[in-house]
């Protein structure tokens, strides 16, 4: 099998690694090849987070070459900005329709609010899911993270088992339900 | 053998475990911190963090000659400090496996500087292993042992950010113990300054070996492919090299030194050109032409600077150019980090700022300090280096001074600068910011928190005794949350006509204890606002313009309450008094 790159971009604190750890965890149990490489500095303090999954017969670079991506998962809209350079021409993008305005420094320019219709008109299949919004109304912001897994499951051929026990085995106990519902909510957000 | 998903340093303490370590010492730095996280969660290790790398490097040579399998981590720049060790052990040799962990940061994603600790491997005449990914780091942890004990040599086992924070699949395998070895009280071999002479020739003639033993090590390996393209490469560059030009013929080194001399120079003779595919420095490259081969095509075509990628080798190797991002159609706005919503660092760096001192930083979260809103740290070189500095300004006749130091890093290296300007009699005023923690690697534990790594209760240092007991007359403690409260003390600090402590304390807010706490988030009132923007000094990521006034985000606000002491309308308050 051809190796399958998903890259997952997001602001410290939004989960971009523990979603992107999940889907390497499931591509393992699905008999893949994976790595996963993770790029992050002072990860925790809001900075720009990105992580890459790879998976297939047999995986090399930890991270995908520009122009390779098939799938980027944005939790925020400029970070989907940021990164779609790596997403193969007509590749999906799935982004959450949030914005957290990055630090004012002297003579930025106003946030990127045509980020989403600059990336269709770039001939990205782009894909809008409101993450946080299903979070917040499932109780938890954070959980926009898994949210965002489930619209991805839905474009991969990985099974429903395979995901319910990733997420048993790496979520603690106290969010499992949270989680397994963002998950199916995600799934379902791409089907309608 | 199960097959698990790791990550780099995970495999590599997995390795280290399944070797038979059984005692570990090292301080967190980034990429390394999470190899001693994870050892220390194997029973049958005794691991802790130690106060400093050098402290860390001289436990392990002494449990190493006492006769265990030991492991010692830091980064690169740790390696600096335990440089004195690092350079003199090899003279002794170890008894037991003794291996130091040593993590370069190409890229800086959380470093001051670049630099390639093969060199300093060379300088101390230690061999270096390095992994190309997970499944390596495992196995090759088990070999950087018995190399260890074959040669009774320390040996340094390099990873770099990607390959420590890289998750691949590994097959594990189960612990061997290492029976004690008995140490030989020869002060002959180990009480170096005096025999340091009669060492040094049997130094050189174990270097000598180990250039033997790189042409058998199993770790470096020719695969073969088309005779026409030859590549030199290790660790991950390597895999870089297989995904870009999987049809090459490569010579893969996971001794990265010494070099396996002959091989490289028959591999080398079969090509009219050879690539060195290595990232930092061309410490490949140059040895191997000090070994007279020729037609090497190395850092000329691959850069040292920054961290290598596979489209940068594609370029170096093809001429594929690298792709750009979208920077220049649209505004890709920079994100850098920023300090938590109610970060306690927030309330000195907005009264430094306020009060218009030269600020000498140090290494942590705190850095931070040097961007907008606050512009208020003006320099930062290496841990502990604060202090020291804001002596010599004063040295050199600047009054309005203050060092800024985190409370790990006074411990690390700040207390021999404040015990020096003590018993000089220099006004060097300092601010530790005592959060209670570890914060920018990740919350480890440290002399001041009360924990150890394993889990137990410790003693807690007790910061106003000991810097009194250093000579230092004026200790104030403040809490930064209250701005006035910090300003004062401040002032009261560059005030004493000696040296003088502020230790500005409360925890991080990301200490799962804080974060467990009934935080009542603040408002802005819209009616009151008169839009004068004093709040945004505070630069808190909660506070953001929505609907042309300040909003304050609720659920990330933890209600420190500092943008309100800012507020000159009485705008901000709690939510419900709002």
């Given at each position: 099998?051809?190796?399958?790159n998903?890259?997952?971009?997001?602001?410290?604190?939004?989960?971009?690694?523990?979603?992107?750890?999940?889907?390497?965890?499931?591509?393992?149990?699905?008999?893949?090849?994976?790595?996963?490489?993770?790029f992050?500095?002072?990860?925790?303090?809001?900075?720009?987070?990105?992580?890459?999954?790879?998976?297939?017969?047999?995986v090399?670079?930890?991270?995908?070459?520009?122009?390779?991506?098939?799938?980027?998962?944005?939790?925020?809209?400029?970070?989907?900005?940021?990164?779609?350079?790596?997403?193969?021409?007509?590749?999906?993008?799935?982004?959450?329709?949030?914005?957290?305005?990055?630090?004012?420094?002297a003579d930025?320019?106003p946030?990127?609010?045509?980020?989403?219709?600059?990336?269709?008109?770039?001939?990205?299949?782009?894909?809008?899911?409101?993450?946080t919004?299903?979070?917040?109304?499932?109780?938890n912001?954070?959980?926009a993270?898994?949210?965002?897994?489930g619209?991805l499951?839905?474009s991969?051929?990985?099974?429903?088992e395979?995901?319910?026990k990733?997420?048993?085995d790496?979520?603690p106990?106290?969010l499992l339900?949270l989680n397994?519902?963002a998950?199916?909510?995600?799934?379902?957000?791409t089907?309608? | 053998?199960?097959?698990r998903?790791?990550?780099?340093?995970?495999?590599?303490?997995?390795?280290?475990?399944?070797?038979g370590?059984a005692?570990?010492?090292?301080?967190?730095?980034?990429p390394?911190?999470?190899?001693?996280?994870?050892?220390?969660?194997y029973?049958?290790?005794d691991?802790?963090?130690?106060?400093n790398?050098?402290?860390?490097?001289?436990e392990?040579?002494?449990?190493?000659?006492?006769?265990?399998?030991?492991?010692v981590?830091m980064?690169?720049?740790g390696l600096n400090?335990?440089?004195?060790?690092?350079m003199v052990?090899?003279?002794?040799?170890?008894?037991?496996?003794?291996?130091?962990?040593?993590?370069?940061?190409?890229?800086?994603?959380s470093?001051?500087?670049?630099?390639?600790?093969?060199?300093l491997?060379k300088?101390?005449?230690?061999?270096?292993?390095?992994?190309a990914?997970?499944?390596?780091?495992?196995?090759?942890?088990?070999?950087?042992?018995?190399?260890?004990?074959r040669f009774?040599?320390?040996?340094?086992?390099?990873?770099?950010?990607?390959?420590?924070?890289?998750?691949?699949?590994?097959?594990?395998?189960?612990?061997?113990?290492?029976?004690?070895?008995?140490?030989?009280?020869?002060?002959?071999?180990?009480?170096?300054?005096v025999?340091?002479?009669?060492?040094?020739?049997?130094?050189?003639?174990?270097?000598?070996r180990?250039?033997?033993?790189?042409e058998?090590?199993?770790?470096?390996?020719?695969?073969?492919?088309?005779?026409?393209?030859?590549?030199?490469?290790?660790?991950?560059p390597?895999?870089?090299v297989?995904?870009?030009?999987?049809?090459?013929?490569?010579?893969k080194?996971g001794?990265?030194?010494?070099?396996p001399?002959k091989?490289?120079?028959?591999?080398?003779?079969?090509?009219?050109?050879?690539?060195?595919?290595?990232?930092?420095?061309?410490f490949i490259?140059?040895?191997?032409?000090?070994?007279?081969?020729t037609?090497?095509?190395?850092?000329?075509?691959f850069?040292?600077?920054?961290?290598?990628?596979?489209?940068?080798?594609?370029?170096?190797l093809?001429?594929?150019?690298?792709?750009?991002?979208?920077?220049?159609?649209v505004?890709?706005?920079?994100r850098?980090?920023v300090m938590c919503?109610?970060?306690?660092?927030r309330?000195?760096?907005?009264?430094?700022?306020?009060l218009?001192l030269?600020?000498?930083?140090?290494?942590?979260?705190?850095?931070?300090?040097?961007?907008?809103?606050?512009?208020?740290m003006?320099?930062t070189?290496?841990?502990?280096?604060?202090?020291?500095?804001?002596?010599?300004?004063?040295?050199?006749g600047?009054?309005?001074?203050?060092?800024?130091?985190?409370?790990?890093?006074?411990?690390?290296?700040?207390?021999?600068?404040?015990?020096?300007?003590a018993?000089?009699?220099?006004?060097?005023?300092?601010?530790?910011?005592?959060?209670?923690?570890?914060?920018?690697?990740?919350?480890?534990?440290?002399?001041g928190?009360g924990?150890?790594?394993?889990g137990?209760?410790?003693p807690?240092?007790?910061?106003?005794?000991?810097?009194?007991?250093?000579?230092?007359?004026?200790?104030?403690?403040?809490?930064p949350?209250?701005?006035?409260a910090?300003?004062?003390?401040?002032?009261?600090?560059?005030?004493?006509?000696?040296?003088?402590?502020?230790?500005?304390r409360?925890h991080?807010?990301?200490?799962?204890?804080?974060?467990?706490?009934e935080?009542?988030?603040?408002?802005?009132?819209?009616?009151?606002?008169?839009?004068?923007?004093?709040?945004?000094?505070?630069?808190?990521p909660a506070?953001?313009?929505q609907?042309?006034?300040?909003?304050?985000?609720?659920?990330?606000?933890?209600?420190?309450?500092?943008?309100?002491?800012?507020?000159?309308?009485?705008?901000?308050?709690?939510?419900?008094?709002?």
């Amino acid at each position: 099998m051809a190796v399958t790159n998903v890259l997952i971009a997001g602001v410290g604190g939004q989960g971009a690694v523990l979603a992107s750890e999940l889907l390497a965890l499931a591509a393992v149990a699905a008999g893949h090849d994976v790595k996963q490489g993770e790029f992050h500095g002072v990860a925790q303090r809001g900075g720009a987070v990105f992580s890459h999954v790879r998976f297939g017969d047999r995986v090399y670079s930890p991270m995908a070459r520009c122009g390779d991506v098939d799938f980027l998962l944005a939790l925020e809209r400029l970070e989907a900005l940021r990164y779609a350079h790596f997403v193969k021409p007509g590749g999906t993008i799935i982004v959450n329709d949030h914005k957290v305005e990055p630090i004012r420094v002297a003579d930025q320019r106003p946030y990127p609010d045509e980020a989403i219709d600059f990336l269709e008109a770039k001939g990205f299949n782009v894909v809008v899911v409101e993450a946080t919004g299903k979070a917040i109304e499932l109780g938890n912001h954070r959980a926009a993270n898994v949210v965002l897994l489930g619209a991805l499951a839905e474009s991969l051929d990985i099974p429903q088992e395979v995901w319910d026990k990733t997420l048993q085995d790496r979520i603690p106990e106290r969010l499992l339900s949270l989680n397994q519902q963002a998950f199916a909510a995600g799934r379902q957000l791409t089907i309608s | 053998m199960a097959k698990r998903l790791m990550s780099g340093n995970e495999a590599v303490a997995r390795g280290a475990w399944e070797a038979g370590v059984a005692f570990a010492a090292g301080y967190p730095g980034t990429p390394s911190t999470e190899v001693l996280e994870r050892l220390a969660t194997y029973e049958e290790i005794d691991a802790h963090w130690s106060s400093n790398e050098k402290v860390a490097f001289d436990e392990g040579m002494g449990a190493a000659l006492g006769g265990v399998r030991t492991m010692v981590t830091m980064k690169h720049v740790g390696l600096n400090v335990a440089a004195d060790p690092f350079m003199v052990f090899p003279y002794a040799g170890t008894n037991a496996g003794f291996v130091v962990l040593v993590a370069d940061d190409p890229g800086m994603y959380s470093s001051q500087n670049e630099q390639d600790s093969r060199y300093l491997a060379k300088v101390a005449k230690v061999p270096v292993l390095e992994p190309a990914d997970a499944a390596e780091a495992r196995a090759m942890a088990i070999a950087a042992f018995e190399l260890s004990e074959r040669f009774q040599t320390p040996v340094m086992y390099r990873t770099t950010t990607r390959l420590a924070h890289t998750r691949g699949v590994v097959e594990v395998g189960e612990r061997s113990e290492a029976p004690r070895k008995e140490f030989s009280r020869q002060a002959s071999q180990y009480a170096i300054p005096v025999y340091a002479r009669f060492r040094r020739p049997e130094l050189e003639e174990k270097l000598d070996r180990l250039r033997e033993f790189a042409e058998e090590f199993e770790g470096n390996v020719i695969e073969e492919g088309d005779p026409k393209v030859g590549v030199v490469s290790h660790g991950i560059p390597y895999q870089y090299v297989k995904e870009v030009a999987p049809e090459a013929t490569v010579f893969k080194l996971g001794m990265v030194y010494p070099l396996p001399k002959k091989k490289l120079k028959e591999f080398c003779a079969r090509f009219d050109t050879v690539y060195v595919v290595e990232e930092s420095e061309g410490f490949i490259q140059q040895e191997m032409a000090s070994f007279g081969i020729t037609k090497l095509i190395g850092k000329e075509r691959f850069t040292n600077i920054g961290e290598l990628s596979a489209d940068l080798v594609a370029a170096g190797l093809n001429g594929t150019p690298v792709a750009d991002d979208f920077a220049g159609e649209v505004a890709v706005l920079p994100r850098p980090p920023v300090m938590c919503a109610g970060c306690p660092h927030r309330g000195v760096f907005g009264t430094l700022k306020k009060l218009g001192l030269l600020v000498t930083g140090d290494i942590g979260c705190y850095t931070l300090g040097c961007l907008p809103p606050f512009n208020a740290m003006h320099t930062t070189f290496c841990m502990g280096a604060s202090i020291g500095n804001a002596t010599g300004f004063n040295k050199a006749g600047e009054e309005r001074v203050v060092a800024v130091i985190g409370d790990s890093t006074f411990l690390h290296a700040g207390l021999p600068s404040v015990l020096s300007a003590a018993y000089n009699r220099v006004p060097t005023t300092t601010i530790l910011l005592d959060n209670g923690t570890t914060g920018m690697t990740g919350h480890q534990e440290h002399p001041g928190t009360g924990h150890s790594l394993k889990g137990g209760p410790a003693p807690a240092v007790d910061y106003e005794a000991l810097i009194r007991s250093l000579g230092v007359e004026h200790v104030e403690v403040v809490d930064p949350w209250d701005l006035e409260a910090t300003e004062r003390a401040i002032q009261a600090g560059l005030a004493h006509p000696g040296p003088a402590v502020v230790i500005a304390r409360r925890h991080c807010n990301l200490l799962p204890e804080e974060k467990a706490k009934e935080r009542t988030a603040y408002r802005v009132d819209p009616d009151e606002c008169i839009l004068c923007e004093d709040c945004f000094e505070t630069g808190c990521p909660a506070l953001v313009w929505q609907d042309d006034l300040p909003y304050i985000r609720d659920w990330e606000c933890v209600g420190c309450s500092m943008c309100s002491q800012l507020c000159p309308a009485d705008a901000i308050g709690p939510v419900e008094e709002v």
